[in-house]
């Protein structure tokens, strides 16, 4: 017999007991498609522009959110996988207006929505008013209540599972802070702050205190699982008009295909490659960048004309090639055939 007889068997038999079990993440940790458009919108405004101190702080700003909340999935990877469902970044439409949740935790005796944060220095919430101040090298700032934000998703998480006929669970809320640094300070008899804050570290000790005080099921699995596809099915991801919120056009913007390696817009197209005319360095999959900037910034769809123009090739045979070497979902035939971004494309970009 084989050695690895043995092992297949039992691969067989875990396979098994793998495909009955709850997956942890119902949806995955993934930038947001406004994240994508700042950095697009970044890179493709001239730094001389009136605009691009505020683009690039709302990008920096952003980008530190998003990677908090991407840190706070080492902490989440240590519940019960057969127990909890985890939703990263759900948005829900309640009566005209759309509300999201950063992380939404979800089993069958209770419901959990972080309202997660990375800010530095110190976090001094106010007892009287349920203000909250940042203390940062020497600056003091006041912020918005994370916590009265959290409390407020809840509510209307309340609401929203009424509206869908679920029967009624217990839905808690944290302000969860990724910055392992910051010191957060409330006044002692803040019951409020002091029951419904953490640091990251203390993640897992407040989800266990939930645990130990919800012990009876409310949904059955059928429920769960009902809810849990309710939920993907009536998520909606924002999709903001950034040229519109900052007042910019698309004309100026930078044309063109940047060089991967000097950054400069000085890239053009020879045979089956793109040559930088400022460090001479060469590539064949430069234009994906400026084709995906323009989806993101300009509008939902390109043609084959407007590629030419983006690109600056005039060759149409050459641009359908690049097209279609994206494989970009597309409609139409012929001249007529327009290209589109998948959003699952955008979320399997890279990270910054």
């Not at 998703?153 to 839905?171: D, G, H, R, V, Y």
């Not at 063109?256 to 950054?263: A, D, E, L, S, T």
């Not at 000085?266 to 005319?277: D, F, G, L, P, R």
Request: charged share 25%.
């Amino acid at each position: 017999m084989s050695i690895f007889e043995g092992f297949s068997i039992q691969k067989e038999e875990v396979c098994k007991k793998l495909k009955g079990m709850m997956r942890l993440y119902a949806k995955e940790f993934s930038f947001s498609k406004r994240y994508h458009k700042l950095r697009a919108l970044k890179n493709r405004l001239p730094d001389t522009h009136t605009q691009w101190p505020k683009v690039a702080l709302e990008c920096s700003n952003e980008e530190a959110g998003q990677l908090g909340e991407k840190s706070i999935g080492f902490h989440l990877d240590m519940l019960s996988n057969s127990k909890y469902y985890i939703f990263h970044y759900l948005r829900l439409q309640h009566g005209k207006y759309y509300f999201q949740m950063d992380y939404f935790i979800l089993c069958a005796s209770f419901a959990l929505i972080l309202e997660v944060k990375n800010m530095g220095g110190e976090l001094r919430f106010d007892g009287d008013f349920n203000q909250m101040t940042q203390i940062k090298r020497s600056t003091k700032k006041r912020r918005k209540n994370p916590v009265l934000q959290a409390r407020l998703q809840a509510k209307k998480l309340k609401c929203w599972l009424e509206e869908q006929n679920f029967p009624e669970i217990p839905i808690h809320y944290l302000f969860v802070n990724s910055n392992e640094d910051t010191e957060i300070i409330s006044d002692g008899e803040n019951e409020l702050v002091n029951r419904n804050s953490c640091n990251s570290e203390g993640l897992i000790d407040k989800i266990e205190q939930i645990e130990k005080y919800y012990t009876t099921d409310i949904l059955d699995t059928k429920e769960l699982k009902k809810l849990k596809k309710l939920l993907l099915e009536k998520h909606t991801p924002e999709n903001p008009d950034i040229l519109q919120e900052f007042g910019i056009s698309p004309k100026e913007l930078i044309p063109g295909v940047q060089c991967p390696n000097c950054k400069a817009f000085s890239m053009k197209y020879k045979s089956t490659a793109w040559y930088c005319s400022k460090c001479a360095h060469k590539s064949k999959t430069a234009f994906i960048q400026a084709i995906n900037d323009y989806l993101l910034l300009v509008k939902l769809s390109i043609t084959n004309l407007e590629c030419r123009e983006l690109l600056d090739i005039p060759s149409r045979k050459v641009v359908h090639r690049l097209l279609n070497s994206m494989e970009l979902a597309y409609s139409g035939t012929n001249k007529g055939r327009i290209y589109y971004q998948s959003s699952s494309d955008i979320q399997n970009w890279p990270a910054p």
